[in-house]
C-alpha cells in the first residue's frame, strides 16, 4: 500500500523551524513508518522531516509556508500530527518564543 | 589598558583571565579504519551522555539547548560523512572536524542573525566530540575567573559554577547566541565584539558589561572607579528586581498593566518581554527622518516589534508629525504649529504618504498581536476617514493577494475635546490618553517653552478630571483605556492616575520597574 499526503503550513513560531521547535518536529516525525519530508517552496528541495540536520538546513523562518508530504504507512496521519504541531507553535508559550 | 565592546548581559565582574582558547590536547590516531570508525563512535555517545547528564540539572531554557545539542548529535545525517571519510583512510579527529567545519560555514555564511548564531552551537557540538576523542583533563576553571577567548561554547557555560561571580569576555561573539541568552538569565556579566588584543591579555581584570569593556591590569583609580560603579549597579539591580519580573499590582491588590514606549525597533532589544504586558506606544517618527520611508523599510521595523513581543499586543502610532516634530518633505511650516497640521490632520493632507504607512502596518500586523492609534484625533470624522484608508488598503492588498490583517484601530485621547466628549468616539477600538498633549492643550501652556512649564502639570484637577472621564467612558462602554505619557511613569504622578482609575500605563522602558515600585506602594 502505498498511501501519501501532502500539507502546507505556515510557520508563526518567532525564530522559525529551527533549534528547539525542530528538536520537536523531527521526534514526532520520527513516531510514523511513513517516510516524511518538508520543503519550503513547492518544487522543493525536499529534506527529511525525521533528520535534525536535514530539516535545520531548510532555513524556515518565522512566516515560512511550510511543505510537508508523506509516503507510506500513516502518511496522513503524520502530515496531520506535523500540521498540528506547527499550527500550535511548537507547544511553546509566548516567554519561549523569542529566546528559542 | 581599556577595551571597548558590546554588553550582553549587565553586571561587573572583577577576577583573574581563564584563557578559554588553550589548545586541548591531540589526538592518538588509531591502528586502523575499524578503530578510527569505534572511537569515534565511543566519542559521540560520551558527547551525548555528557550532555544528557547536564540535561538533568539544567532549566527550561537551558535543557531546550542540550537537547537541541543531543538531537544533533544522535542524527546520522550529521555523522555520516566523517565515517565516510574515515572509511577512506582519515583519522576519526581530522574526519569529525571536516564534517562539522562544513556544516558550520553554512550557518556562518546565513545573513540571518538566528542561523549564524547557531554556529556557535556547532562548534560547540564540534567539540565537545573532539574533547572525548582526545579526552585531555582540561585545565579548571579558577573560580570567580573572566572567561576570555574567540566564542564559548553553551555546554562550557553550563559546566562552569558562576556561584563565586565571574563573567565572560569575548572577542567575538553575538549578543543573540544561545549563551548571551543563558547569561541574561543567569545573570552573569558578558561583553561580546571585544576585537583581537594587540597582545595576549593575562592577569587580573575589570569587566564592565555595563557599558561593555574590560579593563587588563587595571590601576588603583581604575578598580577604584570601577567598585562604585559595580556597587551602585547592585543597588539599582536590587531595587529594580523586586518588582521588574513580578506582574504590576497595588497594595490593595488591584492589578494593573504596565507596558513600555519605544521610539525605535532598536529599543527592545534591550527589554525582556516578560517584564512588560507589551507595547503601549511605538512611535514612528522615527523613520521619517531626512527621506520619506518606503513600504518595506517601515514593513520590517514594525514586524522586528511585534515577532519581539510575540502574543503581547505591539500598539503601534501612526506618524505624529508636526508640532515640535518637523519631518522634511511632510510637514509645513506653521506660526503656531502645535494648534496646525500635524499628526492625523497632516496625515489625512498627505495621503499618498499615509496609504504607505498603512500598507506596511496592515502587512506587518501578521506577525504579531498589532493594534494602531491616531494621533490628534479631534472629531469622529478623521477617525472614520483614517478608518476608511485602512479599509481601502485592505480591499487593494487583498486584491493583489498579499498577506496582511486589519489590526484594532484605536485613538490618542490627547485634543479636550475628545476628553470631554468621548460618547462621539463610541466605535472606536480602544483608547490610549496623551498626557503630554492633553496638559499643554488643556492648560494652554507649551510643553516646549520653560517659560510655562510650571502650568504644564498632570496633577492639574482639571487634567485629572477630563483623564477620570475617559476612564470611566472606557469602563461603561467596554472600550479599553490607557495611557502612554510620561506621567504614566512619574512615581509622583502613578497614584493620581490610578486614583483617576486608570489601570493601563506605558512607560519608558527605564522607568518600568521604579514605575512597578510606585504601583505597589498604590492604596488604590
Same mark, same amino acid.
Given at each position: 500500500?502505498?498511501?501519501?499526503?501532502?500539507?502546507?503550513?505556515?510557520?508563526?513560531?518567532?525564530?522559525?523551524?529551527?533549534?528547539?521547535?525542530?528538536?520537536?518536529?523531527?521526534? &514526532?516525525?520520527?513516531?510514523?513508518?511513513?517516510?516524511?519530508?518538508?520543503?519550503?517552496?513547492?518544487?522543493?528541495?525536499?529534506?527529511?522531516?525525521?533528520?535534525?540536520?536535514?530539516?535545520?538546513?531548510?532555513?524556515?523562518?518565522?512566516?515560512? &509556508?511550510?511543505?510537508?508530504?508523506?509516503?507510506?504507512?500513516?502518511?496522513?496521519?503524520?502530515?496531520?500530527?506535523?500540521?498540528?504541531?506547527?499550527?500550535?507553535?511548537?507547544?511553546?508559550?509566548?516567554?519561549?518564543?523569542?529566546?528559542? | 589598558?581599556?577595551?571597548?565592546?558590546?554588553?550582553?548581559?549587565?553586571?561587573?565582574?572583577?577576577?583573574?583571565?581563564?584563557?578559554?582558547?588553550? =589548545?586541548?590536547?591531540?589526538?592518538?590516531?588509531?591502528?586502523?579504519?575499524?578503530?578510527?570508525?569505534?572511537?569515534?563512535?565511543?566519542?559521540?555517545?560520551?558527547?551525548?551522555?555528557?550532555?544528557?547528564?547536564?540535561?538533568?540539572? @539544567?532549566?527550561?531554557?537551558?535543557?531546550?539547548?542540550?537537547?537541541?545539542?543531543? @538531537?544533533?548529535?544522535?542524527?546520522?545525517?550529521?555523522?555520516?560523512?566523517?565515517? @565516510?571519510?574515515?572509511?577512506?583512510?582519515?583519522?576519526?579527529?581530522?574526519?569529525?572536524?571536516?564534517?562539522?567545519?562544513?556544516?558550520?560555514?553554512?550557518?556562518?555564511?546565513?545573513?540571518?542573525?538566528?542561523?549564524?548564531?547557531?554556529?556557535?552551537?556547532?562548534?560547540?557540538?564540534?567539540?565537545?566530540?573532539?574533547?572525548?576523542?582526545?579526552?585531555?583533563?582540561?585545565?579548571?576553571?579558577?573560580?570567580?575567573?573572566?572567561?576570555?577567548?574567540?566564542?564559548?561554547?553553551?555546554?562550557?557555560?553550563?559546566?562552569?559554577?558562576?556561584?563565586?561571580?565571574?563573567?565572560?569576555?569575548?572577542?567575538?561573539?553575538?549578543?543573540?547566541?544561545?549563551?548571551?541568552?543563558?547569561?541574561?538569565?543567569?545573570?552573569?556579566?558578558?561583553?561580546?565584539?571585544?576585537?583581537? @588584543?594587540?597582545?595576549?591579555?593575562?592577569?587580573?581584570?575589570?569587566?564592565?558589561?555595563?557599558?561593555?569593556?574590560?579593563?587588563?591590569?587595571?590601576?588603583?583609580?581604575?578598580?577604584?572607579?570601577?567598585?562604585?560603579?559595580?556597587?551602585?549597579?547592585?543597588?539599582?539591580?536590587?531595587?529594580?528586581?523586586?518588582?521588574?519580573?513580578?506582574?504590576?499590582?497595588?497594595?490593595?491588590?488591584?492589578?494593573?498593566?504596565?507596558?513600555?514606549?519605544?521610539?525605535?525597533?532598536?529599543?527592545?532589544?534591550?527589554?525582556?518581554?516578560?517584564?512588560?504586558?507589551?507595547?503601549?506606544?511605538?512611535?514612528?517618527?522615527?523613520?521619517?527622518?531626512?527621506?520619506?520611508?518606503?513600504?518595506?523599510?517601515?514593513?520590517?521595523?514594525?514586524?522586528?516589534?511585534?515577532?519581539?513581543?510575540?502574543?503581547? =499586543?505591539?500598539?503601534?502610532?501612526?506618524?505624529?508629525?508636526?508640532?515640535?516634530?518637523? #519631518?522634511?518633505? &511632510?510637514?509645513?511650516?506653521?506660526?503656531?504649529?502645535?494648534?496646525?497640521?500635524?499628526?492625523?490632520?497632516?496625515?489625512?493632507?498627505?495621503?499618498?504618504?499615509?496609504?504607505?504607512?498603512?500598507?506596511?502596518?496592515?502587512?506587518?500586523?501578521?506577525?504579531?498581536?498589532?493594534?494602531?492609534?491616531?494621533?490628534?484625533?479631534?472629531?469622529?470624522?478623521?477617525?472614520?476617514?483614517?478608518?476608511?484608508?485602512?479599509?481601502?488598503?485592505?480591499?487593494? &492588498?487583498?486584491?493583489?493577494?498579499?498577506?496582511?490583517?486589519?489590526? =484594532?484601530?484605536?485613538?490618542?485621547?490627547?485634543? =479636550?475635546? #475628545?476628553?470631554?466628549?468621548?460618547?462621539?468616539?463610541?466605535?472606536?477600538?480602544?483608547?490610549?490618553?496623551?498626557?503630554?498633549?492633553?496638559?499643554?492643550?488643556?492648560?494652554?501652556?507649551?510643553?516646549?517653552?520653560?517659560?510655562?512649564?510650571?502650568?504644564?502639570?498632570?496633577?492639574?484637577?482639571?487634567?485629572?478630571?477630563?483623564?477620570?472621564?475617559?476612564?470611566?467612558?472606557?469602563?461603561?462602554?467596554?472600550?479599553?483605556?490607557?495611557?502612554?505619557?510620561?506621567?504614566?511613569?512619574?512615581?509622583?504622578?502613578?497614584?493620581?492616575?490610578?486614583?483617576?482609575?486608570?489601570?493601563?500605563?506605558?512607560?519608558?522602558?527605564?522607568?518600568?520597574?521604579?514605575?512597578?515600585?510606585?504601583?505597589?506602594?498604590?492604596?488604590?
Amino acid at each position: 500500500m502505498s498511501a501519501s499526503a501532502e500539507a502546507t503550513v505556515l510557520i508563526t513560531h518567532a525564530v522559525g523551524l529551527h533549534a528547539r521547535p525542530s528538536v520537536k518536529f523531527t521526534k &514526532l516525525a520520527k513516531t510514523f513508518a511513513a517516510e516524511v519530508e518538508v520543503a519550503v517552496a513547492a518544487n522543493g528541495p525536499w529534506f527529511d522531516a525525521k533528520s535534525i540536520v536535514k530539516v535545520m538546513a531548510a532555513k524556515a523562518p518565522k512566516g515560512t &509556508l511550510l511543505h510537508i508530504r508523506a509516503k507510506g504507512d500513516g502518511a496522513s496521519k503524520a502530515v496531520e500530527a506535523l500540521v498540528g504541531l506547527v499550527q500550535r507553535d511548537f507547544d511553546e508559550g509566548a516567554d519561549h518564543a523569542r529566546s528559542a | 589598558m581599556r577595551i571597548d565592546g558590546i554588553p550582553a548581559s549587565p553586571g561587573y565582574a572583577e577576577g583573574p583571565l581563564f584563557d578559554l582558547d588553550w =589548545p586541548p590536547a591531540a589526538y592518538q590516531d588509531k591502528a586502523n579504519t575499524t578503530e578510527e570508525r569505534a572511537a569515534l563512535e565511543t566519542a559521540i555517545g560520551k558527547a551525548v551522555s555528557r550532555l544528557a547528564a547536564l540535561v538533568d540539572t @539544567a532549566d527550561g531554557d537551558a535543557a531546550g539547548i542540550l537537547e537541541f545539542h543531543i @538531537a544533533m548529535l544522535e542524527d546520522d545525517a550529521l555523522s555520516g560523512p566523517a565515517f @565516510a571519510s574515515i572509511g577512506s583512510g582519515q583519522p576519526a579527529d581530522v574526519a569529525w572536524r571536516a564534517a562539522l567545519d562544513g556544516e558550520i560555514a553554512g550557518y556562518d555564511a546565513s545573513d540571518q542573525d538566528y542561523f549564524r548564531a547557531r554556529a556557535a552551537d556547532l562548534r560547540d557540538i564540534r567539540d565537545q566530540v573532539l574533547r572525548a576523542l582526545s579526552e585531555d583533563g582540561e585545565a579548571a576553571v579558577p573560580p570567580g575567573a573572566i572567561l576570555y577567548g574567540e566564542d564559548i561554547a553553551p555546554t562550557r557555560f553550563l559546566e562552569t559554577d558562576w556561584s563565586k561571580g565571574g563573567g565572560i569576555a569575548l572577542k567575538s561573539g553575538s549578543t543573540a547566541s544561545h549563551v548571551a541568552m543563558l547569561a541574561r538569565s543567569r545573570g552573569v556579566p558578558m561583553v561580546v565584539g571585544l576585537g583581537a @588584543a594587540a597582545a595576549p591579555l593575562t592577569g587580573a581584570a575589570l569587566l564592565d558589561a555595563e557599558h561593555g569593556a574590560i579593563i587588563v591590569s587595571p590601576s588603583p583609580a581604575e578598580v577604584e572607579t570601577f567598585r562604585v560603579s559595580a556597587s551602585s549597579f547592585a543597588d539599582r539591580q536590587g531595587a529594580a528586581r523586586t518588582f521588574l519580573t513580578e506582574p504590576a499590582v497595588t497594595k490593595a491588590g488591584t492589578a494593573v498593566r504596565v507596558q513600555v514606549n519605544i521610539a525605535y525597533p532598536s529599543d527592545v532589544d534591550g527589554i525582556d518581554i516578560a517584564t512588560c504586558d507589551g507595547v503601549g506606544l511605538m512611535r514612528t517618527e522615527f523613520l521619517f527622518g531626512k527621506t520619506l520611508p518606503d513600504e518595506e523599510t517601515q514593513y520590517q521595523a514594525y514586524r522586528k516589534v511585534l515577532e519581539w513581543a510575540g502574543n503581547k =499586543p505591539v500598539t503601534i502610532r501612526t506618524v505624529d508629525a508636526g508640532g515640535d516634530k518637523p #519631518v522634511p518633505g &511632510l510637514t509645513v511650516e506653521e506660526t503656531n504649529p502645535f494648534l496646525g497640521l500635524r499628526g492625523i490632520r497632516l496625515s489625512l493632507a498627505r495621503r499618498d504618504i499615509f496609504r504607505v504607512q498603512i500598507r506596511a502596518l496592515l502587512r506587518a500586523a501578521i506577525h504579531g498581536n498589532l493594534k494602531v492609534m491616531f494621533p490628534m484625533i479631534a472629531t469622529p470624522d478623521e477617525y472614520s476617514q483614517a478608518a476608511a484608508l485602512f479599509a481601502e488598503e485592505q480591499a487593494a &492588498l487583498a486584491a493583489q493577494g498579499v498577506a496582511h490583517r486589519l489590526p =484594532p484601530l484605536g485613538i490618542m485621547v490627547e485634543v =479636550p475635546s #475628545v476628553a470631554l466628549a468621548p460618547e462621539a468616539f463610541a466605535d472606536v477600538a480602544f483608547f490610549s490618553i496623551g498626557s503630554n498633549d492633553l496638559t499643554q492643550y488643556v492648560m494652554a501652556a507649551a510643553r516646549d517653552n520653560a517659560a510655562v512649564a510650571h502650568l504644564n502639570s498632570v496633577h492639574h484637577p482639571a487634567v485629572l478630571r477630563l483623564i477620570a472621564a475617559v476612564a470611566a467612558f472606557g469602563r461603561d462602554t467596554g472600550i479599553p483605556v490607557s495611557l502612554c505619557g510620561d506621567a504614566g511613569g512619574d512615581p509622583a504622578a502613578i497614584p493620581a492616575l490610578l486614583e483617576a482609575g486608570l489601570r493601563d500605563l506605558s512607560v519608558a522602558p527605564a522607568q518600568l520597574a521604579m514605575a512597578k515600585a510606585a504601583i505597589a506602594e498604590a492604596g488604590v
